[in-house]
């Protein structure tokens, strides 16, 4: 799980980048210096585990304000809705202990000019904000020692305007040349292994699923055309294990496979995703570019093993013709050569720039037809009709993952 959250992380400083003027690994400094602010408080393992994952996805909900914002649904810069929508998503997962209002309140301050008005709001978000602001105010990062109470000064001098009193007091306690030099790019990773209270979950485990459904949920909000693509694909992973009698293990890898396949596409920017009409040359590079990052990403989280070569083989070809690698029948196994149909299946099924949504008989001659062509396996193109003409275009809930929604 740890290794998972703190990858998934990265895509959010991405977003935060653009948004925020946050600069790389900004969501790993804050984890850190809430770790190191909850320790300096005597919080219990579980307490630390879950401030730290809240630190790590503060900002989760900023890939849907973006899409939110470019779709019509505000204007303008308006710090609610990603509290709001932020804390819905991390409620997802199973923390030993209540997140309540953690990331709801995180611009939160107590002289009431947050975005919620006077409400109260738990120390943690207190901590999460004051770790927030003065990693994007103050470049955290780069402080050199001859810097450092200059920059104590200017914080202490801000108290009142952001967060609140009594946590700016608690950051202020830890800033000191040894905590500032574990925020370094080239010391965060393991500066963040080590402030992470091990979250260990087997590959069956609820809490593994759940963590999978966030991700995909928030992969789909970086375009309104693929709102539902990966956590379909996710679902229609897991029915289609069932069809072929996978134990519970082997429908949670495929699930979390499919869940983390089009993870790159965070990194893809919208308006090449989003472009009415047809590509060119450096706009496909672009699109294709998505696989090369999600394997890249994926090679930082423990334990994936075959996992990451069905969520990165997606876009192969049983005939070489493929990317990112032009892989042939000979190298993609059983899982893989269903992933690639599975989201060929949903993305011909989806509304897209190019193309408006198909029902499941518009969709299968299409696949039919590549499978002719020696593209994809005919053998699961079969496979894949009878499961999903049952389902036809209906939203999909994994049957066993029901148990999951709230
Ligand atoms: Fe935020
Ligand atoms: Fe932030
Ligand atoms: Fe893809
Ligand atoms: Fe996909």
Redesign the pocket.
């Known amino acids: 799980m740890n290794s998972l959250c703190v990858m998934f992380s990265k895509a959010f400083d991405i977003i935060e980048a653009e948004l925020a003027g946050a600069s790389e690994y900004h969501s790993l400094r804050v984890a850190s210096l809430c770790s190191r602010m909850g320790k300096h408080l005597g919080y219990d393992s579980d307490s630390l585990c879950a401030l730290v994952t809240c630190a790590l996805f503060h900002d989760n909900a900023l890939i849907e304000y973006n899409l939110n914002k470019q779709t019509g649904g505000y204007d303008g810069i308006d710090l609610k809705p990603h509290c709001e929508y932020g804390q819905r998503n991390i409620d997802w997962l199973p923390f030993a202990k209540s997140v309540d209002g953690y990331i709801l309140h995180h611009h939160s301050c107590e002289n009431g000019k947050g975005p919620f008005g006077a409400a109260e709001f738990p120390h943690e978000a207190a901590l999460i904000s004051a770790a927030d602001i003065a990693d994007v105010t103050y470049h955290l990062q780069k402080i050199s020692n001859s810097e450092i109470n200059a920059l104590k000064d200017k914080i202490a001098a801000k108290t009142g305007t952001f967060s609140t009193k009594s946590a700016i007091e608690t950051l202020l306690d830890i800033v000191d040349a040894e905590m500032l030099e574990s925020l370094r790019d080239e010391n965060i990773h393991e500066t963040v292994r080590q402030a992470y209270p091990a979250w260990k979950a087997g590959i069956e485990d609820e809490s593994v699923l759940r963590l999978a459904k966030f991700i995909a949920y928030i992969i789909d909000c970086k375009s309104k055309y693929t709102r539902k693509h990966t956590e379909q694909i996710a679902n229609r992973a897991w029915l289609m294990g069932e069809y072929y009698g996978y134990s519970g293990g082997e429908k949670a890898k495929l699930y979390l496979a499919a869940s983390l ?2 993870i ?2 965070i990194s893809t920017p919208s308006a090449v995703l989003e472009k009415p009409g047809k590509l060119d040359k450096d706009e496909y590079r672009t ?1 294709m570019d ?2 090369r990052c ?1 394997y890249d990403w994926l090679g930082e989280v423990e334990g994936l093993g075959k996992i990451r070569n069905w969520a990165c083989e ?2 192969e070809k049983l005939d070489g013709t493929g990317y990112p690698l032009n892989k042939r029948d000979t190298d993609l196994d059983f899982n893989s050569r269903l992933m690639a149909c599975i ?1 060929i299946y949903q ?1 011909v099924c989806e509304e897209r720039p190019y193309h408006s949504a198909r029902s499941h008989e518009e969709t299968m001659p299409i696949l039919y037809g590549m499978a002719e062509k020696g593209f994809i396996d005919g053998k699961t193109v079969k496979d894949l009709d009878d499961v999903m003409a049952e389902y036809s275009l209906r939203d999909l809930d994994a049957p066993e993952l029901q148990v999951m929604q709230k």
Request: glycine share 8%.
């Open positions: 396949h089009d790159g596409k699109i998505h696989v999600t997606h876009h989201d993305a």
